[in-house]
């Protein structure tokens, strides 16, 4: 089964015993899943890759948004060959936790023409295209699972 929002829902129905809905109502079901996967974050979170082609005397990139944090960068020659920037090299800047994008800053000494950087950072997990491993499943329907108990009690 996919670990995407709709085959998740359809384990914790079963687990709640509510397969159609009469106690929590659906939306409210994936809600509790799509909060219970954003919390994975900032301990459990997926490798994310991005490879970006060098620009002559260009020193500043833009990112893509699922990237969260950068731990290395590999610089690519023509033939496929990389070496491993320095730390120090290089700079990330931008809100680590908000939804804009982050800037990497290539110092000048990195900065050639013909060549790329590849990007190993680390990315947040959701319910629609970056899914959870196996392994995080029964996790995450456990704290979905506590959540709606929770609203029960209260109710």
């Known amino acids: 089964m996919p670990n995407n929002l709709a085959g998740l829902r359809l384990q914790l129905d079963t687990q709640l015993r509510d397969p159609n ?8 079901k994936e809600q509790m899943l799509i909060n219970s ?44 060959n990389f070496s491993i920037l320095p730390n120090g090299s290089w700079e990330l ?24 950087y590849r990007i190993h950072g680390y990315g947040n997990y959701d319910v629609h295209t970056n899914l959870i491993e196996d392994r995080m499943v029964p996790l995450v329907l456990a704290r979905a699972r506590a959540e709606a108990y929770r609203r029960m009690g209260l109710d």
């Open 93 to 116: 800047w931008g809100d680590a936790e908000g939804s804009t994008a982050r800037t990497l800053h290539i110092g000048r000494a990195w900065v050639r023409d013909g060549v790329s």
């Open 37 to 80: 996967v954003a919390r994975l974050s900032p301990r459990a979170m997926r490798h994310v890759m991005q490879t970006i082609p060098a620009v002559a005397a260009t020193y500043e990139y833009g990112l893509e948004t699922p990237i969260r944090n950068v731990f290395r960068i590999d610089l690519l020659d023509g033939n496929g």
């Open 21 to 28: 809905h009469e106690v929590w109502g659906q939306t409210e």
